[in-house]
């Protein structure tokens, strides 16, 4: 525990504090104990700590409840340490305590168990929740957004000389109607660069300055032709099978 961390406090600062004996005490001398026993254990002990005595103070008496672990150190401001150390001195032998602190020490259980509640909520309400279709849409565009992006960074590389077939692409990650319409903005902004900088645009003419006129011409047109594949899948109707009927059969008339 963090005693070992700070072995030159306890050197000045003595021994746990024994509360064995405090019940006898009369009250202001028994605050005056559990005062300085605060300072004993705020040197040595810290939020998690403190909430580690919660948990042993619960196994201790029989109450089921992981709450104090669940806590975090942004909640220290609302539970504090002091719960964790009234809850020490109690395991200790600590059997009666002021009013005030015994109050203190319940609003505090209270508010543990509160905390921890509400994280319950929020984590399985986050479990139950799952991302809408149109949400999924948009995912499965970008993650084709950063395929493309290494495609052309490939194509880039090889001079255009590598073959590369994106009606094959689309194909193969069977991208949908509605994909394509979230896929066509992204090839556009990405195309928006080049074209700007072919353009004299004083920017994007520096970052694409590794180019050649003749490889800035072949990448606006690799982009274009991604650009016009997705306009196919967007504006292409679906065709609807026709429901093949068997041969007709013809009846014969019985002669009378």
């Known amino acids: ?46 939020f998690k700590e403190s909430m580690n005595f919660v948990q042993e103070y619960y196994k201790k008496n029989k109450v089921k409840s992981k709450s104090p672990g669940k806590l975090k150190i942004t909640d220290l401001i609302e539970v504090g340490n002091h719960v964790g150390y009234i809850a020490r001195m109690k395991i200790r032998g600590l059997k009666s305590l002021p009013e005030e602190y015994e109050e ?25 929740i799952k991302p809408d279709i149109q949400q ?4 499965a565009a970008k993650k084709l957004k950063y395929d493309i992006e290494d495609v052309i960074d490939e194509q880039v590389e090889e001079e255009f000389k ?13 991208v949908s109607k509605p994909v394509a319409k979230h ?36 990448l606006i047109k690799f982009y274009d032709m991604m650009i016009e594949e997705c ?8 065709k609807k099978e026709k429901i093949k009927l068997g041969p007709k059969i013809k009846i014969k008339k019985r002669k009378k």
């Open 1 to 46: 525990m963090a005693f070992s961390k700070r072995s030159i406090n306890a050197k000045y600062m003595g021994d746990e504090p024994d509360p064995i004996d405090w019940d006898s005490l009369p009250d202001e001398e028994l605050k005056s104990e559990i005062h300085g026993a605060f300072r004993w254990y705020y040197k040595f002990f810290d």
């Open 104 to 128: 203190l020490f319940i609003q505090k259980l209270k508010k543990i168990e509160e905390i921890a509640k509400q994280r319950k909520v929020i984590v399985e309400s986050k479990e139950r």
């Open 136 to 139: 999924r849409i948009r995912d």
């Open 162 to 174: 590598k073959k590369f077939n994106f009606k094959q692409f689309l194909e193969r990650n069977k």
């Open 183 to 218: 896929l066509k903005p992204h090839i556009e902004d990405l195309a928006s660069e080049i074209k700007l900088a072919k353009a004299g645009d004083v920017d994007f003419k520096e970052a694409y300055s590794h180019m050649s006129g003749h490889q800035q011409n072949r």
């Open 231 to 238: 306009e196919i899948i967007i504006t292409t109707k679906k």
